[in-house]
């Protein structure tokens, strides 16, 4: 593993996710899941969020019309919460999740909305 990629990772994750949730999964990693938490951190986090050509906030919108078309919709809530902690308001989630629903189809829409509304309503944003 790359260590400088890792610890660049490591502080792009927790400033997006929370520290608290990033320490959490890995601390509850063991010998089968460690590598790839450890690599996973690297690669998606260090080479992929590390990359500045993209703001964390436009990121966040990518991702969550990413993962929501591909229906990841455990992850479509982590990055939902971190979307939030990105900068991106209530209405800019709302316009990704049409746009989940214009080029992936209504029902993942539907399920994006769903978990938008109990993750804004736990933030008091609702």
């Not at 450890?38 to 969550?64: H, Q, V, Y």
């Not at 078309?69 to 939902?80: D, I, K, N, P, V």
């Amino acid at each position: 593993m790359d260590e400088k990629l890792f610890e660049k990772g490591l502080a792009k994750r927790k400033s997006t996710l929370g520290a608290e949730y990033v320490e959490n999964n890995l601390a509850s990693a063991d010998d089968f899941s460690r590598p790839f938490q450890e690599e996973m951190t690297a690669w998606c986090w260090g080479f992929g969020w590390g990359d500045e050509s993209i703001d964390p906030k436009t990121r966040s919108l990518m991702n969550l019309a990413m993962l929501g078309a591909l229906g990841r919709l455990h992850e479509w809530e982590t990055h939902c919460r971190g979307a939030l902690n990105n900068g991106v308001s209530k209405e800019q989630i709302r316009a990704a999740i049409h746009v989940v629903g214009i080029y992936a189809g209504v029902p993942c829409a539907v399920e994006c909305f769903r978990i938008a509304r109990k993750v804004l309503g736990e933030k008091g944003l609702l």
